[in-house]
T-cell receptor, first 112, second 110 residues
Framework: NAGVTQTPKFQVLKTGQSMTLQCAQD?????MYWYRQDPGMGLRLIYY???????DKGEVPNGYNVSRLNKREFSLRLESAAPSQTSVYFC???????????FGEGSRLTVL | SQELEQSPQSLIVQEGKNLTINCTSS?????LYWYKQKYGEGLIFLMM???GGEEKSHEKITAKLDEKKQQSSLHITASQPSHAGIYLC??????????WGAGTKLIIKP
């Protein structure tokens, strides 16, 4: 029962480097999301994809790009990493837009 | 913009005792979700409440949404070590996106 799988689980970057966080779900869900979680701030939505072929900005999209590659996969790219992007990133999916979310285990990113 | 405030921020409870976590919204809640997170893991869905006065239970956890739909409480009866973790509430906002509280860290003392 894989559910939502994120890679990598840990990553250390230097300021200015780029990287892509990968997310895949095997539940045939239509909607997928990328969140970041920072201490004392809860979860904040970066981008979401309500259905295959669409992506929209969330609360904190600056410095990020996303690609909904197909129904299963939703990637998050940092083009030029900054220390402010040090965070734990969560990918989630849901059968329909809003409703119960299924989360991956998170990707811990540190930008030096 | 709508905000969710959770209280307390952290809680240490003796095993076997009851506890309550609150989630208060600055605006009317149209859908309120409770999730649990263990350290280093993702979030697990607990319950969703939509109607004022609604109450749902799962094992020893009960969640309520008050009549005015601006506050929800999560009550754990006879706490166990397995209840330890971070509890987060989430709510639908007017932009059809989920907003989240900052979380309540629960520690169970044996």
């Amino acid at each position: 029962n894989a559910g939502v799988t994120q890679t990598p689980k840990f990553q250390v970057l230097k300021t200015g480097q780029s990287m892509t966080l990968q997310c895949a779900q095997d539940m045939n869900h239509n909607s997928m999301y990328w969140y970041r979680q920072d201490p004392g701030m809860g979860l904040r939505l970066i981008y979401y994809s309500a259905s295959e072929g669409t992506t929209d900005k969330g609360e904190v999209p600056n410095g990020y790009n996303v690609s909904r590659l197909n129904k299963r996969e939703f990637s998050l790219r940092l083009e030029s990493a900054a220390p402010s992007q040090t965070s734990v990133y969560f990918c989630a999916s849901s059968e329909a837009y809003r409703g119960e979310l299924f989360f991956g285990e998170g990707s811990r990113l540190t930008v030096l | 913009s709508q905000e969710l405030e959770q209280s307390p921020q952290s809680l240490i409870v003796q095993e076997g005792k009851n506890l309550t976590i609150n989630c208060t919204s600055s605006k009317t809640l149209y859908g309120l979700y409770w999730y649990k997170q263990k350290y280093g893991e993702g979030l697990i869905f607990l319950m969703m409440l939509q109607k004022g006065g609604e109450e749902k239970s799962h094992e020893k956890i009960t969640a309520k949404l008050d009549e005015k739909k601006q506050q929800s409480s999560l009550h754990i009866t006879a706490s166990q070590p397995s209840h330890a973790g971070i509890y987060l509430c989430g709510a639908d906002n007017s932009n059809y996106q989920l907003i989240w509280g900052a979380g309540t860290k629960l520690i169970i003392k044996p």
